[in-house]
């Protein structure tokens, strides 16, 4: 009997739902048939979703991929001598070498579908632990430094820079600190943060615990939406064999530091990805923003001292201190250093996760990775950074996936999710759905967010359904309105809500005449 | 809902969570996750051990779109209604699943069997339009590919 084939099948939400758990019982099942002793690992997604269930085998030759497998197509590839690499017309060979992967730069998402998740040898043999052991050498100030100089700054939307608030937090000078990252990934395009959560959370976990390390915190939170059960799972998977393995807890890695990591869930509110929020919902409060100054860096979760930042942002630290400031910050132009994991979603034929270094623009991403959209329609529009981002019309095409490039035409890159819509999108209906959301979401605590959102959308649709002659004072108001939200508002959720509105507006004027008879279901 | 039951599932979720700071939604999710929903008469008993009152505790409550006042049917559907299921036609599949039930979004059928919820982002945008059955996450939804779940969620053709 020969050893048993090792199949990879990801056991990554998006590719559970397109029937991967089914391909695995096949696979076990099929092999079992066969007498053939395979055993099957389940790894991330690398991010090919229209590939997805992506099934490799790992053969003499190195790992050979099939995909979209279906659990009815299992029989035939074994019959095929898939377990041995066989041909076949899903056979997609060495999935590293597919120019959609080759040509990335995966930095922070360098393990994503490579190692088994729940592995901490698999990920310590894929350079996992390095940082760690690199920042258990230094100073907490010279931690601080090597985050500063790498350029990194926060990915959850906000840009700030990484190293000022951790220095911020390094110089209070108080007993209890805390680290709580933010995994409340609600912007509708985004799933960079559940593919590292549930394809690689011993970063998350390593870059957690160098924070808590430059700061002097020993305790951190992953605030984690109750949305995302499988990175739950695979969270506390990974916390427990970090716990049981000596690099979280007391005395962490024999260093006389310690630090541990809990995780809790948050419970439907899209604004509690705002740090605030976050904060409230965490000591158990309704999700209301806080007002800012004092800023969290200096009173953050109960009180004390705390470093807020974004899942991609932690888990892209273990990486800066294994290789340095210097090797990060080469990639990428100008102000946004380093990789940015793209997000290309919705109506778009190849979907998936694009991590490259910044400079990759709209168009490179929609059509030399996306291949354009699902439908095969023109694409017409996309929208970019989630609910509050803005919509830019092909024309825009060129702009240059970066932070100052996009503010330059009123947009943002936000979390980095780019959601592509065909030349059928009804933009009047999406930027009152931008409103409509705002309303559903609003925390209730500052007005113009909390009534502004309503009366945009009863604008909207007056716009829609009066005559010519008061369209336009009615335009002219929604303008004003946007005006209103965007100085007036606490925070993002009311103020940022007028970038959907507004470049709707001024790009897709056509569409708020109000001929489409189909509207608003 | 026997009272009896309700204030032991709160009794052991607050000796469980109580003693950590800032305990409220830990001890809400563990009540949702047993009780299927926060029942009107853990509210007080809640607030009693937490030394909160009803309203503080009624207000986190009513405040999260995933704590439920109500028990939901035995089948729980979200359906994502966010920008990237939309750009893949979400609103058309919105309107045969809620045909398909003969209930609205925040509904449960008549007979309890299922409930209809809308979500925003199941973080599935690459494989839209997304719908989450019990806690199982599905992708490139189709109307056909409802009826055929609906069958095993006990809905009649």
């Known amino acids: ?521 | 809902m026997n009272h009896a039951d309700v204030q032991r599932c709160v009794s052991a979720a607050i000796k469980k969570f109580g003693a950590e700071p800032g305990p409220l939604l830990e001890i809400l999710h563990a009540v949702q996750d047993e009780l299927k929903h926060v029942p009107p008469e853990a509210v007080p008993l809640i607030a009693a051990a937490l030394n909160l009152s009803r309203a503080e505790v009624h207000g986190v409550v009513s405040f999260y779109h995933h704590f439920r006042g109500t028990v939901p049917g035995h089948t729980v559907v979200q359906l994502c209604r966010a920008e990237a299921c939309q750009s893949m036609d979400a609103r058309a599949l919105a309107e045969h699943v809620t045909r398909r039930l003969g209930v609205g979004f925040g509904e449960t059928t008549a007979d309890g069997r299922v409930t209809l919820d809308a979500v925003y982002c199941l973080g599935n945008c690459a494989c839209a339009p997304a719908m989450m059955v019990n806690g199982e996450l599905h992708g490139r939804v189709t109307p056909e590919r409802v009826d055929e779940l609906a069958r095993d969620w006990g809905v009649r053709n």
């Not at chain 1, 590293?96 to 579908?113: C, F, K, N, Y």
């Not at chain 1, 030399?368 to 803005?390: E, F, H, K, N, W």
């Open chain 1, 1 to 521: 009997m020969s050893a048993a084939i090792t199949l990879y099948v990801p056991g990554d939400a998006g590719a559970l739902s397109l029937g991967a758990d089914a391909v695995a019982q096949a696979l076990a099942a099929e092999a079992r048939a066969r007498t053939r002793e395979v055993r099957i690992v389940r790894n991330g997604s690398r991010g090919l979703y229209w590939l997805e269930p992506l099934v490799e085998v790992v053969t003499a030759a190195g790992r050979v991929a099939y995909g979209p497998v279906t659990a009815a197509d299992v029989p035939k590839l074994l019959d095929a001598g898939m377990l041995d690499g066989a041909p076949h017309s899903l056979r997609l060979g060495d999935i590293t070498t597919h120019p959609w992967l080759a040509s990335q730069q995966r930095l922070t998402g360098a393990r994503l579908g490579i190692v088994d998740p729940s592995d901490l040898d698999d990920y310590i043999a894929h350079g996992g632990y390095v940082g760690l052991s690199a920042a258990l050498a230094l100073a907490p100030q010279d931690i601080v430094r090597t985050v500063a100089d790498s350029g990194l700054r926060g990915r959850g939307g906000a840009a700030f820079p990484t190293g000022i608030k951790w220095q911020t937090v390094h110089d209070q000078r108080v007993a209890q600190k805390y680290i709580a990252c933010n995994a409340d990934e609600g912007d509708s395009g985004t799933f960079s943060d559940r593919m590292i959560m549930e394809g690689d959370p011993f970063a998350l976990i390593e870059g957690m615990t160098i924070a808590g390390l430059a700061v002097g915190a020993t305790l951190g939170y992953i605030y984690l939406r109750v949305e995302y059960p499988h990175a739950a799972r695979a969270l506390a998977k990974a916390l427990d064999v970090a716990r049981r393995r000596g690099y979280l807890g007391k005395n962490l890695r024999e260093s006389g530091r310690d630090f541990d990591i809990a995780v809790r869930l948050g419970a439907g509110a899209y604004i509690c990805g705002e740090e605030t929020s976050m904060l409230e919902s965490l000591e158990g409060r309704r999700g209301e923003v806080r007002v800012r100054p004092p800023l969290p860096a200096i009173k953050g979760l109960f009180g004390q001292p705390t470093v807020v930042n974004n899942v991609i942002t932690l888990a892209t630290v273990p990486l800066i201190l294994a290789r340095g400031a210097m090797f990060y910050r080469d990639f990428g132009v100008g102000k946004s250093l380093g990789t940015i994991p793209l997000q290309l979603a919705g109506n778009v034929k190849h979907g998936g996760l694009v991590e490259r270094a910044f400079g990759l623009t709209v168009r490179q991403l929609v059509y030399d990775y996306g291949g354009g959209s699902a439908t095969g329609r023109p694409v017409r529009a996309v929208q970019i950074g989630g609910p509050l981002g803005a919509y830019l019309p092909e024309s825009e095409f060129d702009t240059p996936l970066e932070y100052e490039a996009l503010s330059a035409k009123n947009a943002l890159l936000g979390h980095g999710g780019v959601v592509v819509f065909d030349d059928s999108v009804d933009m009047a209906r999406m930027a009152r759905y931008a409103l409509e959301f705002c309303a559903i979401e609003s925390c209730g605590k500052c007005t113009p967010c909390r009534i502004g959102s309503t009366r945009g959308v009863e604008l909207v649709d007056r716009i829609l359904t009066s005559a010519n002659g008061r369209r336009d004072a009615d335009l002219a108001l929604l303008d004003e309105l946007c005006d209103t939200m965007f100085n007036g508002s606490l925070c993002g959720l009311g103020g940022m809500t007028p970038f959907p509105v507004r470049s709707a507006l001024k790009h897709f004027r056509e569409d708020f005449a109000g001929e489409r008879g189909d509207r608003f279901i």
